[in-house]
């Protein structure tokens, strides 16, 4: 993607972004356990709290699937939200997990992150496996992502002096290596093909065909209105019956 490309996606990059801020402050809704699909943990990415996703899994529960959405990850709130190192969200995600499965008593669960989520789920799933967490392994069926950046993203060098979870996302952090071995779980990867924040090119880990959505940026799959939220639920469902869930 060039210079001049880039340079212009940012407008409405800006209005996403403030669409999400004012989403932050949002009530995080809640669904019952009573539909016949599978059930989705929505995990949002960085300076999120789980209420953004909000629009998203309204949709996806009107489709006939069961929607769960984690507690605020650390550090602060709002749009501070969801700053802190991946793997201390990460470790927040599994008690989330254990929690949603004792709660509603459940058999299996997808996960579904957008941005730094997606990297937050397969490290989750990562520590799981290193640590035997079979609790956790044999719950989890397989994991969504829409704008994630496996392959990081330059505006991160930037934000990393000020914004720790920007250390593990700019190109060539370690982490990403580490990320990028539990490729296996993604079962579809959702590639905003408009956007500014994240290189389309950087959306997807290598061995991984990604879907792109025409002309969404960074934040388009949960804030960009009800066309591109129920493109963006079609997909999802799309995925979740060809894996027969």
């Not at 006939?64 to 793997?87: C, H, S, W």
């Not at 392994?137 to 397989?142: H, R």
């Not at 959505?213 to 804030?223: A, I, S």
Request: aromatic share 8%; with cysteine; net charge positive.
């Amino acid at each position: 993607m060039n210079l001049m490309q880039r340079i212009s996606r940012l407008p409405s990059f800006l209005v996403g972004s403030t669409l999400q801020t004012r989403a932050t402050f949002d009530k995080l809704l809640s669904f019952p356990q009573d539909q016949k699909g599978a059930t989705l943990m929505f995990v949002p990415g960085a300076f999120c709290t789980s209420s953004v996703m909000n629009p998203l899994m309204r949709k996806v529960y009107s489709m006939g699937y069961n929607v769960v959405a984690p507690a605020d990850f650390p550090y602060y709130v709002g749009p501070l939200a969801n700053m802190a190192p991946l793997e201390q969200c990460a470790r927040s995600l599994l008690k989330d997990i254990l929690w949603a499965k004792h709660e509603r008593n459940l058999k299996s669960l997808w996960l579904l992150g957008h941005s730094n989520g997606g990297l937050i789920s397969l490290l989750a799933l990562d520590i799981a496996e290193k640590e035997g967490r079979k609790d956790v392994l044999n719950l989890i069926k397989g994991v969504i992502t829409m704008g994630t950046p496996f392959k990081g993203t330059d505006v991160a060098i930037l934000a990393q002096v000020a914004v720790p979870c920007c250390k593990d996302i700019k190109p060539g952090a370690a982490i990403l290596d580490r990320i990028a071995l539990k490729k296996d779980w993604v079962k579809l990867s959702l590639q905003s093909a408009g956007d500014f924040l994240v290189p389309p090119e950087n959306q997807y880990p290598d061995g991984i065909t990604p879907v792109p959505m025409k002309g969404f940026n960074h934040m388009d799959f949960y804030v960009g209105g009800d066309e591109k939220v129920t493109l963006t639920a079609n997909k999802i469902k799309e995925c979740l019956d060809e894996n027969n869930t």
